[in-house]
């Protein structure tokens, strides 16, 4: 059974800094590409950061220069560091691992910037 498990968000000011981590279960991890997604309140799901198996990464121009994705193969884990946050980061925030074949959604964790 896969499993993605996400942590970390919670409430921060502006210019604040969290991080999110994803742990995932089921999958061989160092194959998969992980994603950060982020879905705000009346918003489509968007892409934030993607790392893929070997470790090249893409960002939304809206968090370029600002999030860090990165992963651990050891600990089968990807990361999310977020700094100078903006309220207009506020939304859940989803972990995706993609496969050849399947993709997995984590539940989500909320993060919310408060101006």
């Known amino acids: 059974q896969v499993q993605l498990v996400e942590s970390g968000g919670g409430l921060v000011q502006a210019g604040g800094s969290l991080r999110l981590s994803c742990a995932a279960s089921?999958?061989?991890?160092?194959?998969?590409?992980m994603g950060w997604y982020r879905q705000a309140p009346g918003k489509q799901r968007e892409l934030v950061a993607v790392?893929?198996?070997?470790?090249?990464?893409n960002y939304a121009d809206s968090v370029k220069g600002r999030f860090t994705i990165s992963r651990d193969n050891a600990r089968n884990t990807v990361f999310l560091q977020m700094n100078s946050l903006k309220p207009e980061d506020t939304a859940v925030y989803y972990c995706?691992?993609?496969?050849?074949?399947?993709?997995?959604w984590g539940q989500g964790t909320q993060v919310t910037v408060s101006s």
């Open positions: 089921g999958i061989i991890f160092r194959l998969n590409a």
């Open positions: 995706n691992a993609q496969g050849v074949l399947n993709g997995y």
């Open positions: 790392i893929t198996s070997g470790g090249s990464t």
